[in-house]
């Protein structure tokens, strides 16, 4: 049977460019990247996928702009021939959220994916440091 792999990455400021704005809150105007620690899982749920077959989905919870985040996994992906899709679970009311509220919205879209065999997070995020909605 295929193995049905699902891969959750985020966006984050460009490491060398994240500062606080004047509310103290982090600054997400400047360039944006992929998490280093979602990088390494993209590579092992792509590897997986390749040496077993089966599908990869790559998801992400942001704003519209955090599709370059999905564009980069899946060229990951199609570079070393595995069949992939990306998912951005995105809304406004997302803005602002914790860790708990991130959780249950990524959580409510692996449900909706179906049956997966395997979910691969990164260690943490380095904009946050906090290592909460993985687990």
Known sequence: MPLRVAIL????PAFEDLR???QGRLD????LEMNPYCRRAVAAG???????????????????????????ALAWA??????ARGLLVTDPAFAGSDTL?????????????????LVIAGRNSIDGETGQVPP
């Open 28 to 31: 997400r105007s400047g360039p």
């Open 9 to 12: 990455v985020k966006q984050i």
């Open 46 to 72: 792509v590897e997986l996928v390749a040496e077993h077959g089966g599908s990869a989905t790559v998801v992400t919870l942001g704003p519209p702009s955090a599709e370059d985040t999905l564009r980069e």
């Open 101 to 117: 509220a991130t959780a249950r919205a990524l959580a409510a879209a692996l449900r909706r994916l179906g049956p997966l065999d």
């Open 78 to 83: 199609a570079e070393r021939g595995v069949a």
């Open 20 to 22: 606080l704005d004047e």
